[in-house]
Nanobody, 124 residues
Framework: EVQLVESGGGLVQAGGSLRLSCAAS????????IGWFRQGLGKEREGVSC????????YYADSVKGRFTISSDNAKNTVYLQMNSLKPEDTAVYYC?????????????????WGQGIQVTVSS
């Protein structure tokens, strides 16, 4: 059974940092791409970042480039999202998701396995 579990969210002031973790199990981690998505209140779910576990290629939404960094620890089957210089507009529920093809990113419809989501709130 595929399982994705997010952790590390919370409340932070604007300009602060958080690191999200996505612990994966139930599939061959090295063969998958792991994406981070977010959904703000009343907004559509959007792609934030993605990493291909097989070759380490990374992808970012324009809105987070230069502020967020995605990384992967294949030995721990865990993907991290380091979020710096956070803004109030980054407030959302953040999800990690897995797919066998990194070309699926940033379309959430193509990602078949999802975590439960974790709240990130950035106060102004």
């Amino acid at each position: 059974e595929v399982q994705l579990v997010e952790s590390g969210g919370g409340l932070v002031q604007a300009g602060g940092s958080l690191r999200l973790s996505c612990a994966a199990s139930g599939f061959t981690f090295d063969d998958y791409a792991i994406g981070w998505f977010r959904q703000g209140l009343g907004k559509e779910r959007e792609g934030v970042s993605c990493i291909s576990s097989s070759d380490g290629r990374t992808y970012y939404a324009d809105s987070v480039k230069g502020r967020f960094t995605i990384s992967s620890d294949n030995a721990k089957n865990t993907v991290y999202l380091q979020m710096n210089s956070l803004k109030p507009e980054d407030t959302a529920v953040y999800y990690c998701a897995a797919d066998s093809n990194s070309d699926s990113w940033p379309n959430p419809l193509f990602f078949g396995s999802w975590g439960q989501g974790i709240q990130v709130t950035v106060s102004s």
